[in-house]
């Protein structure tokens, strides 16, 4: 089973980013899948996640009306949208399988993807 994230990189405050998480090895058809994120020098928190058989989404208020998690199924690959960027968003971004059903704890995840470092400048 593997996660590979991408889509990182440094971008202005203002600015947008999609990150893209692609799974091989693992259907997500009973799963969650999720994006975390991990500021420097802090522990790592809850961003988003997306129950993926019946498309629910929920997010963390700190990124609401800004991120958008979405999926593809035929490529089997979760995005995130990143807008209206802030300083704050700056973070290294897990994506990560979980049970079915949604869930904001990060213990509940049972396979993680390897971090996409994100730069928000001021």
């Known amino acids: 089973v593997q996660l590979q994230a991408s889509g990182g990189g440094l971008v202005e405050a203002g600015g947008s980013l999609r990150l893209s998480c692609a799974a091989s090895g693992v259907s997500f058809s009973r799963r969650t899948l999720g994006w975390f994120r991990q500021p420097p020098g802090k522990e790592r928190e809850f961003v988003a996640h997306?129950?993926?058989?019946?498309?629910?989404?929920y997010y963390a208020d700190s990124v609401k009306g800004r991120f958008t998690i979405s999926k593809d199924n035929a490529k089997n690959t979760v995005y995130l949208q990143m807008n209206s960027l802030k300083p704050e968003d700056t973070a290294v971004y897990y994506c990560?399988?979980?049970?079915?059903?949604?869930?904001?704890?990060?213990?509940?995840?049972?396979?993680w993807g390897q971090g996409t470092l994100v730069t928000v400048s001021s």
């Open positions: 997306i129950i993926w058989s019946d498309t629910s989404t």
């Open positions: 990560a399988a979980g049970p079915w059903g949604g869930t904001r704890s990060e213990g509940k995840y049972d396979y």
